[in-house]
């Protein structure tokens, strides 16, 4: 069922147009490089803030006040320039080992994400409002996100070594 699915997204117009282009994939690849750089570029630097490593003499509050919308942004540009590449070679990429455990640690971020959110970061009005230490939770989970994000960036990496030729006609 789902590879009848991959194969449909292989088949799309887009999934062709990329394939079929010489320099169009690269350029895709690129942007999603760049976007993936300021995603993990400015995570880290909430991560290493909960973790109280740098940026101590800023509230937590104010760190992500102005990180986290561009965050966001580059990581919608990196998920758009990721779903690019994958609907040009959808069935390999779904098959892929690396892929498949990259897949997995973004599902694992987004739930540490939730965590932060929701759990230790329940009432972050309180303790993030002001510089110092931040309560246990709330490093554990700034050194789960950034353990989360080398990783899906090694894997990330690991895919293009691994992955096989493209499907033919």
């Not at 006040?65 to 561009?70: E, G, T, Y």
């Not at 919608?76 to 990429?93: C, D, E, K, P």
């Amino acid at each position: 069922m789902l590879d009848s699915i991959f194969r449909w997204l292989y088949d799309t117009a887009a999934g062709v147009v990329i394939r079929e282009n010489e320099s169009l994939f690269p350029w895709i690849e690129s942007i999603h490089v760049l976007a993936i750089v300021l995603v993990v570029g400015s995570i880290a630097f909430v991560d290493l803030r909960l973790l109280g490593v740098a940026s101590r003499d800023r509230s937590v509050n104010a760190l992500t006040r102005d990180v986290l919308p561009s965050t966001w942004i580059a990581f919608a540009v990196a998920a758009l320039t990721g779903l690019l590449m994958f609907i040009s070679n959808a069935v390999n990429y779904a098959h892929n080992f690396y892929f498949q455990i990259k897949i997995l640690f973004l599902v694992l971020a987004a739930a540490n994400m939730l965590f932060f959110h929701f759990v230790a970061g329940r009432d972050v009005a309180t303790w993030g409002a002001v510089a110092g230490p931040t309560p246990f939770k709330a490093r554990l989970a700034g050194g789960t996100s950034l353990t989360l994000w080398i990783c899906i960036v090694a894997f990330g990496r690991w895919i293009g070594f691994t992955l096989q030729p493209h499907l033919s006609g």
